[in-house]
């Protein structure tokens, strides 16, 4: 089963900012709490956590429309596969309109209200996260 949570955040930031540091793909240990620290080769990036590594594949970065697009191969923090996640970064008045969306399966979907509350609230830190850094 495809399951897709959208999520959106008002970040007070230029959107030029926020962009500059989703589109590295390094760093992400700077914004998100979970990860302890972040490993970039070519389109590979490694994330650690404390319950281990998130192995994921950049997908897509696109400079014109905002878009950074990436799959997560393995990780061990939520009961989902074929991950593809999606981040894009838009102008809003004097602020920056954050989506950031998750496609995924899952095997038990008993286990998907816990999932779309942990995805929420890891999101809502990386955002605020994104926030703090872009100022």
């Not at 095997?107 to 942990?118: N, T, Y």
Request: charged content about 25%.
């Amino acid at each position: 089963m495809n399951n897709i949570i959208k999520t959106s955040h008002t970040l007070n930031s230029t959107p030029e900012k926020v962009w500059e540091t989703i589109r590295k793909g390094s760093g992400v240990h700077d914004w998100l709490s979970i990860i302890t620290s972040c490993q970039l080769e070519g389109n590979k990036r490694i994330c650690a956590t404390e319950q281990g590594h998130l192995k994921e594949t950049i997908l897509k970065i696109d400079d014109d429309n905002k878009i950074f697009k990436y799959a997560i191969d393995e990780q061990p923090l939520l009961p989902i596969h074929n991950v593809v996640a999606t981040m894009q970064v838009h102008s809003k008045n004097n602020s920056t309109e954050l989506t950031w969306d998750i496609h995924f399966d899952i095997e038990d979907d008993s286990q998907l209200q816990g999932v779309e509350q942990a995805i929420h609230s890891l999101y809502q830190d990386g955002a605020a996260g994104l926030e703090k850094i872009s100022q």
